[in-house]
């Protein structure tokens, strides 16, 4: 059974850093189009960066650039997400989820039309002073 599970959040101070771990089992990450979303309290699900399996190329939204990098490593069939310099504005749950076809060639931020499934469980960052 294709399965997700993430892991790594926590409470953090504005500036800090966390890495989130986003675990794959029942299927090798090398052949999904994976990303990460993240929905913060009564707001929609954002998506955050995305890599595409078929070239690796990456998409990075817009407010999270330059601070957010996805790394995914097919030894350990993970997926993580590097975050530096986190803001109370990156406090929400995150989530890893599988792009499905037939949208997995191209890589997508968009996390509320149905886009993605085999969600996992998402692990709660929060970034407060």
């Known amino acids: 059974q294709l399965q997700l599970v993430e892991s790594g959040g926590g409470l953090v101070q504005p500036g800090a850093s966390l890495t989130l771990s986003c675990a794959a089992s029942?299927?090798?990450?090398?052949?999904?189009?994976i990303g990460w979303i993240r929905q913060a309290p009564g707001k929609e699900r954002e998506g955050v960066s995305c890599?595409?399996?078929?070239?690796?190329?990456?998409t990075t939204a817009d407010s999270v650039k330059g601070r957010f990098t996805i790394v995914r490593t097919t030894a350990l069939n993970t997926v993580y997400l590097q975050m530096n310099n986190l803001t109370p504005e990156d406090t929400a749950v995150y989530y890893c989820?599988?792009?499905?076809?037939?949208?997995?060639?191209?890589?997508?931020?968009?996390?509320?039309?149905?886009?993605?499934?085999?969600w996992g469980q998402g692990t709660q960052v929060t970034v407060s002073s």
């Open positions: 989820a599988v792009v499905r076809t037939p949208y997995s060639s191209i890589c997508t931020l968009e996390a509320n039309k149905g886009h993605y499934w085999r």
């Open positions: 890599i595409n399996n078929y070239d690796g190329s990456i």
């Open positions: 029942g299927f090798s990450l090398e052949f999904y189009t």
